[in-house]
């Protein structure tokens, strides 16, 4: 029987990619996101498409409802203003905040009950290298430290009986890329092995591996995808 994922984000960059690879492995993909322009995969048979904006928190719960039993949750979507901490609003740090953090956590809540009623499942969270270091971007780095905190919080709290992991990677190449400025791009280039960027399938396929064939016993972990700019 197939299996049911869920990607949030998963209409463009990393998360188009981890669609993909999850439709070429069978199994039906709910693809939550605020709009489906230019989305090349949605007339594809095993793909269900979600117009949703993930700030409304509260509504989760009824949208998990609605999708029904999940076999894999990939916590994919997030926003980067890629400004000063003192021209924050607080409604920008509001938004940011719920869709960054309180978004992956009330979806991870809602669909751990059919996970452990079922005996199993997977959690993936597309956390940052930002959330390792610290970021230009502060409230950013502060939500994906948050993520990789409630990847490791969840793991504990489902005891091995649903398995949560996520990745931190540094800047890839997609429609991100463009809102970092350009004297950082270059400090990150001189910085990894390889003099690049990350590409989008390279972190996606990183994902997709702990979403179905990893080892359960990886559970609680932040795999980098850093390629030796923060080395550990």
């Keep these: 029987m197939a299996k049911t994922a869920i990607v949030t984000g998963g209409n ?14 069978g199994c039906v993909v709910y693809v939550v996101a605020r709009d489906f322009a230019d989305f090349p995969l949605a007339s594809e048979k095993n793909v269900r498409t979600v117009p949703f904006d993930l700030a409304e928190v509260e ?4 949208l998990v409802e609605q999708i029904g039993d999940v076999d894999i949750l990939v916590n994919n979507a997030g926003v980067m203003f890629s400004i000063p ?13 719920r869709i960054n ?11 751990s009950a059919s996970m452990l009623r079922k005996g199993g499942g997977r959690v993936v969270n597309n956390a940052s290298l930002a959330g390792q270091t610290g970021h230009p971007d502060v409230w950013y780095g502060i939500t994906k430290a948050g993520l990789i905190n409630m990847t490791k919080s969840f793991a504990r709290i489902f005891g091995g009986k649903v398995v949560v992991n996520a990745v931190a990677p540094g800047p890839a190449e997609t429609d991100m890329l463009a809102s970092i400025p350009e004297a950082r791009r270059e400090g990150v280039l001189r910085s990894v ?13 990183t994902i997709v591996w702990l979403a179905t064939d990893s080892p359960e016993y990886i559970n609680g972990t932040c795999i980098d995808i850093n390629n030796g700019s923060f080395p550990r």
């Design 101 to 111: 953090l309180e978004a992956p956590v009330a979806l991870t809540t809602a669909v």
């Design 85 to 97: 901490h003192d021209r924050y609003t607080r409604e920008r740090v509001g938004r940011m905040l």
């Design 59 to 62: 509504k989760i719960p009824a």
């Design 12 to 25: 463009k960059g990393i998360g188009l990619e981890v669609t993909r690879m999850l439709l070429a492995r």
């Design 193 to 205: 092995y390889s003099g690049r960027f990350a590409r989008a399938d390279e972190v996606a396929e």
